[in-house]
């Protein structure tokens, strides 16, 4: 085959490569025999492309590295390994900015944030704060599982406990999105920067704070990422090359309305089932249960007198229509539930309007019409000082 032919196939012909041809297979080839072993240096190719083309460099202008050093492709590609950003991608840059964000802060220093979080003078210990107290005081590392309906104070209850405790706490929103990058942390643009960002994850294992997962039940299998976490043995940081061991203090407290298994009744649309090593890791779980009645009455008068709205009796009837729903609920007779966090909402909306039924009206509208209806006839039935007419927007009723 002529050199023309060659040069037209867009092959190189520049020696020291002798062109074979094949007339068996019908294709060009390149003489086997090997480069003469040239020595060259990482500073000499990336110096030489540097200056030919700049710091952005591709195969090609690799291979005329090649036959200036009079080595081989391979070679260049051996010496520039740490700069390749992709398939066909070299950048002479990379690892002197990867050697700097290496050493650089986080975006946001540890030492400027408080992460303690602020006592609620509304909240009433009940369940199982006293045990969930008494694991956090402990300061061992014992993995807690927090499961129950909505609504029903699981994370409230760790929030106070780390609040009455003095303990940091970093809670972290799981959901179906949430990943490694989400959790463990990764490169963060700050101030035309590129930096190494810690995520709450290794945020908490340095500080040794109580690590919240809320709503873990709503993860994909990305969640895995926190298995050698939730062994107590820290984590490495594959990114940066750092291994972070857990300081003292640190444990993983988990919140979820399932157990892990899913959601039959299809209450909590977007559980998944998570896996059941994953699961295994959390050495207790707690079955949250809602407040008894004179609980929730006394939840219910403390954050009344936050907002500056007492009324005893009306609080005590609520207490009351919500415990014989729940009641009915368990035994199959209605498909949803009032939660004390909905009857928070009642008190609060019963500080603006002054009219229990109008309170009620507006926050049980959430539920299909027959449920609606139904709770509205049942708090009637309780209360004989309201009145089951509907009240016109402008008028204001007192009871």
Same mark, same amino acid.
């Given at each position: 085959?002529?050199?023309?032919?060659?040069?037209?196939?867009?092959?190189?012909?520049?020696?020291?490569?002798?062109?074979?041809?094949?007339?068996?297979?019908?294709?060009?080839?390149?003489?086997?025999?090997?480069?003469?072993?040239?020595?060259?240096?990482?500073?000499?190719?990336?110096?030489?492309?540097?200056?030919?083309?700049?710091?952005?460099?591709?195969?090609?202008?690799?291979?005329?590295?090649?036959?200036?050093?009079?080595?081989?492709?391979?070679?260049?590609?051996?010496?520039?390994?740490?700069?390749?950003?992709?398939?066909?991608?070299?950048?002479?840059?990379?690892?002197?900015?990867?050697?700097?964000?290496?050493?650089?802060?986080?975006?946001?220093?540890?030492?400027?944030?408080?992460?303690?979080?602020?006592?609620?003078?509304?909240?009433?210990?009940?369940?199982?704060?006293?045990?969930?107290?008494?694991?956090?005081?402990?300061?061992?590392?014992?993995?807690?599982?927090?499961?129950?309906?909505?609504?029903?104070?699981?994370?409230?209850?760790?929030?106070?406990?780390?609040?009455?405790?003095?303990?940091?706490?970093?809670?972290?929103?799981?959901?179906?999105?949430?990943?490694?990058?989400?959790?463990?942390? !990764?490169?963060?643009?700050?101030? /035309?920067?590129?930096?190494?960002? +810690?995520?709450?994850?290794?945020?908490? &294992? #340095? =500080?040794? *704070?109580?690590?919240?997962?809320?709503?873990?039940?709503?993860?994909?299998?990305?969640?895995?990422?926190?298995?050698?976490?939730?062994?107590?043995?820290?984590?490495?940081?594959?990114?940066?090359?750092?291994?972070?061991?857990?300081?003292?203090?640190?444990?993983?407290?988990?919140?979820?309305?399932?157990? !892990?298994?899913?959601?039959?009744? /299809?209450?909590?649309?977007?559980? +998944?089932?998570?896996?059941?090593?994953? &699961? #295994? =890791?959390? *050495?207790?779980?707690?079955?949250?249960?809602?407040?008894?009645?004179?609980?929730?009455?006394?939840?219910?008068?403390?954050?009344?007198?936050?907002?500056?709205?007492?009324?005893?009796?009306?609080?005590?009837?609520?207490?009351?229509?919500?415990?014989?729903?729940?009641?009915?609920?368990?035994?199959?007779?209605?498909?949803?539930?009032?939660?004390?966090?909905?009857?928070?909402?009642?008190?609060?909306?019963?500080?603006?309007?002054?009219?229990?039924?109008?309170?009620?009206?507006?926050?049980?509208?959430?539920?299909?019409?027959?449920?609606?209806?139904?709770?509205?006839?049942?708090?009637?039935?309780?209360?004989?000082?309201?009145?089951?007419?509907?009240?016109?927007?402008?008028?204001?009723?007192?009871?």
């Amino acid at each position: 085959m002529s050199v023309d032919k060659v040069a037209h196939r867009g092959l190189p012909i520049t020696p020291p490569h002798s062109i074979l041809y094949s007339y068996t297979t019908n294709r060009i080839l390149f003489n086997p025999m090997p480069f003469e072993p040239v020595p060259v240096t990482t500073e000499d190719l990336v110096t030489y492309l540097t200056d030919k083309v700049g710091t952005e460099v591709n195969t090609k202008q690799l291979f005329e590295a090649s036959e200036h050093f009079n080595c081989s492709l391979a070679t260049v590609k051996k010496r520039l390994k740490s700069y390749k950003q992709g398939i066909g991608k070299w950048n002479l840059t990379v690892q002197e900015k990867l050697e700097k964000t290496f050493q650089a802060p986080s975006a946001m220093p540890s030492v400027v944030q408080n992460l303690i979080p602020f006592k609620d003078d509304s909240y009433v210990p009940f369940g199982n704060f006293a045990d969930v107290k008494k694991v956090i005081n402990s300061k061992l590392f014992y993995p807690v599982f927090i499961t129950g309906m909505s609504g029903n104070g699981k994370t409230f209850s760790v929030e106070q406990a780390c609040a009455v405790l003095n303990r940091e706490l970093i809670r972290v929103n799981i959901t179906i999105e949430t990943d490694e990058d989400d959790l463990i942390g !990764g490169f963060r643009l700050v101030n /035309g920067n590129t930096v190494w960002h +810690n995520g709450p994850v290794v945020e908490a &294992l #340095e =500080r040794g *704070a109580i690590l919240l997962l809320d709503e873990v039940d709503l993860a994909s299998n990305k969640i895995l990422c926190l298995q050698s976490v939730l062994e107590g043995k820290g984590v490495f940081l594959k990114k940066i090359g750092r291994y972070v061991k857990p300081s003292a203090g640190f444990n993983i407290i988990a919140t979820a309305n399932t157990k !892990g298994k899913g959601s039959d009744d /299809g209450r909590f649309i977007g559980t +998944n089932v998570l896996n059941e090593a994953f &699961l #295994e =890791r959390f *050495a207790l779980t707690f079955e949250q249960e809602y407040p008894a009645p004179k609980t929730e009455q006394k939840i219910l008068e403390k954050v009344a007198a936050i907002v500056g709205k007492n009324d005893t009796e009306f609080y005590q009837n609520l207490a009351n229509w919500a415990d014989i729903i729940r009641r009915t609920f368990k035994d199959g007779g209605i498909d949803e539930v009032i939660s004390t966090r909905r009857l928070v909402h009642i008190v609060r909306a019963y500080s603006i309007w002054n009219d229990r039924m109008k309170a009620i009206k507006v926050c049980v509208n959430r539920f299909d019409e027959e449920t609606k209806q139904s709770f509205i006839e049942l708090y009637d039935k309780i209360d004989a000082g309201v009145n089951l007419e509907e009240t016109d927007e402008g008028t204001e009723q007192t009871v």
